[in-house]
């Protein structure tokens, strides 16, 4: 059974370009959260998507946006990268989407480095 | 909002010892979870424990438990007979149980450290 899968594990961009992160949730899960993780802190939630929906966001700009296909996969999209996006960009998959009281399983990241 | 503070920046047990990390949150609701989440070097969080907020009875798993007091909104985790394999960051997690807010809230984690 293959846990959450996150491609690439390692990107480096510079600032003002765009970049995509895609994530494969844990198979039979339905609901994709993505989070940030800057150096040295703990996961910030950016935002969650289910029934290929944003249902709930976190306190990020525009720039950042996603995408759930009907597979449930999911996208992240960052436009006009900054510096301060460099971090390790987290997906986590559950079962039932944002009402639901299911564990969030976690993928190994893909580490964005930002020049 | 949601708050959730690890004082611990670092922490450090010998093998086959007991060690206990400390997590307290603030929060105005009275149904939650806490969660305590393990990251090895690998990056890959890793689910310790989990403790339903309207159970008094304290979570356990293996050697692994928590102390929860709700009142003094307190949860930390004890690790018994600690391996050299526990070495990691630990990060505590607070999430709303009511709503739609299924979001986890992290604190900014403790380095265990496990020495011989």
């Known amino acids: 059974d293959a846990g959450v899968t996150q491609s690439p594990t390692h990107l480096i961009k510079t600032r003002g370009q765009q970049v995509t992160l895609r994530c494969s949730p844990k198979?039979?899960?339905?609901?994709v959260s993505w989070y940030q993780q800057a150096l040295g802190q703990g996961p910030q939630f950016i935002f969650q998507?289910?029934?290929?929906?944003?249902?709930q966001r976190g306190n990020f700009p525009d720039r950042f946006s996603g995408h759930q296909f009907p597979n449930y996969s999911s996208e992240l999209n960052v436009n006009a990268l900054l510096l301060g996006d460099s971090a390790l960009y987290l997906c986590?998959?559950?079962?039932?989407?944002?009402?639901?009281?299911?564990?969030?399983?976690f993928g190994a990241g893909t580490r964005l480095s930002v020049l | 909002a949601q708050t959730v503070t690890q004082s611990q920046p670092e922490m450090s047990v010998q093998e086959a010892e007991t060690v206990t990390l400390s997590c307290t949150y603030d929060?105005?609701?009275?149904?939650?979870?806490l969660f305590w989440y393990k990251q090895p070097p690998s990056r890959q969080m890793i689910l310790v424990i989990r403790?339903?907020?309207?159970?008094?009875q304290n979570a356990t798993e293996n050697r692994f438990s928590v102390n929860f007091q709700k009142a003094a909104k307190s949860f930390s985790l004890k690790i018994s007979d600690s391996q050299l394999g526990d070495a990691a960051m630990y990060f505590c997690?607070?999430?709303?149980?009511?709503?739609?807010?299924?979001?986890?809230?992290f604190g900014t984690g403790t380095r265990l450290q496990v020495t011989l």
């Open positions: 986590a998959s559950s079962l039932g989407g944002p009402l639901a009281k299911n564990i969030q399983y």
């Open positions: 198979s039979g899960h339905d609901t």
């Open positions: 998507y289910y029934e290929e929906e944003e249902r």
């Open positions: 929060t105005s609701e009275s149904d939650y979870y």
């Open positions: 403790q339903e907020a309207y159970k008094q």
């Open positions: 997690a607070y999430r709303s149980a009511t709503g739609t807010a299924s979001k986890l809230t």
